[in-house]
């Protein structure tokens, strides 16, 4: 049997023709992970605001929970042109800490140590980027999930934050609390429910409830982005003419949200009410020059939105160094 060694000028000529398929498989391969930490914090300013990204770590999810509406297939070939993991989901945790007047505010408190052993790293992080835990005075909570608020206690079940002052929304806090929960909804979500009940329990936190368009402190406030949870919400930081909003989970994903905001994941609670926060937030954003960051984008996840034709794109804020 003859072997046929194919020419470099006929690998170029199949290239041109179709080069998708003609790069050897390792080129559609993301990067490889770092062999040592890389830094887990990101400043930026806003106006007179301080904000700091903060992660808690990531965690990887079977890519079949994404765009359960795509067509079949669609999501994965979606993620291959896009050089992203077809099988597993990497997804980042980042937290909004914004420093503007007397205020300091974090947004979410993340996993703790109940959920991925590769998350829980917030309050680590946050020291390791020079903020003492103890001088937050805000905590906004955008939704009872797992990666969001598990970490508000700890391993002796005592509030991570003490001292400060705790909200979330009206409606949120409701569903959550509703009348025995945990029997109502399918076996496999009952655990997300005992331990969204539980955090909202912890021993010294007293819950402040906010609906949409309240001021938390000045020049930051709250909206209502509904349909991954019942009562899901978003922050808004407003100083010196700019805007950023920090969407929780109303975006979840960095390229799929924009490229498809029609869209939705299987544990997104109410897929249209979904659909219709993500598109009213896109296109706020994009009308009026709002910055965005993404608790699941890649790090540090902060940028703004353009349209493209029907869909969007999202454009990554410039990684700066201090002047
Ligand atoms: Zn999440």
Redesign the pocket.
Known sequence: MTLIRPTRRDLLKLAAVAPAFALPAAARAQLGAPAAANPAHFRFTLGEAQVTVISDGFFTQPVDGLGVNAGEGAVVDFLKAHYLNSEQNYAHTNHVFVELGDAKVLVDVGSGSRFFSTTGRLVANMEAAGIDPSSITHVFITHA?P??IWGIRDDFDEAIFPDAAYFIGEAEHAYWMQDDLANKVAPEDQQFVVGAVNSINVDGVEWNFVTDGDEIAPGISVMNSFGHTAGHMSLRVESGGKQLIATG?AL?HGWLNFAHPEWYNGIDADPEATVASRKAMLDMAAADGIALLG??FPFPGAGHVVRDGEAYRFIPALWQFRG
């Open positions: 999930h990666d969001h989970d979840s608790y699941h």
